[in-house]
């Protein structure tokens, strides 16, 4: 998977890295968001029990929230 | 137990190895191609590396051809039950391969830009209540627009999109456009183009993806 950065170019290498960072977490969300909500949908013999993916879902609220911050510190270090 | 990662066309693959460090193999199942794993454990386990392992398998079929990403989480206990449940479905799943033949989908996400927020509306006559209104309108109104203006500047290059607005807390839009594989390049340059002329706004554009968003139908 890559991600396109290329704004990132022209800035400070410290608000570049922070866009790095962030450009890190933004796919993480983007990969939650298609597998575990896009794509064909087929009930298996086995397919993941809805608190299982509740706990993905915590974990993509904590991804949400990390971006938040990292938006924050990008303005503190600017 | 077989874990399903994706429907392709009917050819053998040369992707590497799945979850957990297992075999791929190409089931084939009348006009389909289904791409499994074989496992021990009847669940697989949800965790982020888990997951990357799943998409990168994904992206390696995306490289021999057609690909319909499954929801991640499928397990099936042997071939035969697994092409019995796709085979009434067997014509549309080959029609949507056959409409993602050459093409990926796209990410833009438009975040919030906290370094330069919009102006909030005053309103002196407003109490709390109103003014949370007026906040929330104001930004679904922004996302709207943003929305709008990456449809009118990336719109032409892409043969399908999905677009949903305040899709969670500092996203205002998250879209997925479905395009064809010479335009990539030239769609990533029209959004870098578009997020230097936007304010309030910072865009990430994501990709190429497996067609997540594009399986279901022609758009």
């Not at chain 2, 499928?74 to 093409?103: H, Q, Y």
């Not at chain 2, 989908?105 to 407003?126: F, H």
């Not at chain 2, 769609?187 to 870098?192: D, I, L, N």
Request: glycine content about 8%.
């Amino acid at each position: 998977m890559t991600l396109d950065l290329s704004p990132s170019g022209h800035l400070p290498e410290r608000e570049a890295e922070a866009r790095r960072e962030l450009g890190r977490q933004v796919t993480l969300v983007e990969l939650l968001d298609r597998i575990l909500d896009k794509g064909v949908v087929i009930s298996g013999e086995i397919t993941l029990a809805v608190a299982d993916i509740d706990l993905v879902q915590v974990g993509l609220r904590a991804v949400i929230a990390s971006i938040d911050r990292l938006a924050t510190e990008q303005v503190t270090s600017g | 137990m077989l874990h399903l990662y994706a429907i392709t066309e009917p050819h053998p693959t040369a992707a590497a190895a799945g979850i957990g460090g297992t075999g791929i193999v190409s089931i084939p199942c009348g006009r389909l191609g289904l791409v499994v794993s074989e496992h021990r454990t009847p669940a697989p386990d949800l965790t982020e590396e888990t997951l990357w392992h799943h998409e990168a398998v994904l992206e390696q079929l995306m490289a021999e051809g057609p690909v319909l990403p499954i929801r991640f989480g499928v397990r099936f206990a042997d071939a035969a039950a697994l092409c019995d449940e796709l085979r009434p479905r067997m014509a549309s799943l080959a029609e949507a391969l056959e409409f993602v033949r050459g093409k990926v989908e796209l990410g833009v996400r438009v975040l919030e830009d906290n370094e330069k927020p919009p102006a909030p509306r005053r309103s002196t006559r407003s109490g709390e209540g109103a003014r949370y209104l007026l906040e929330r309108l104001d930004r679904r109104n922004r996302a709207a627009a943003v929305a709008e203006r990456l449809r009118r500047n990336v719109g032409d290059l892409a043969v399908g999109e999905q677009a949903r607005l305040l899709p969670g807390k500092g996203t205002l839009v998250a879209s997925a456009f479905l395009v064809e594989r010479p335009r990539v390049a030239g769609f990533r340059r029209r959004v870098e183009v578009l997020e230097r002329s936007l304010d309030h706004a910072a865009l990430f554009c994501t990709g190429p993806w497996p067609p997540y968003h594009f399986v279901d139908r022609p758009i």
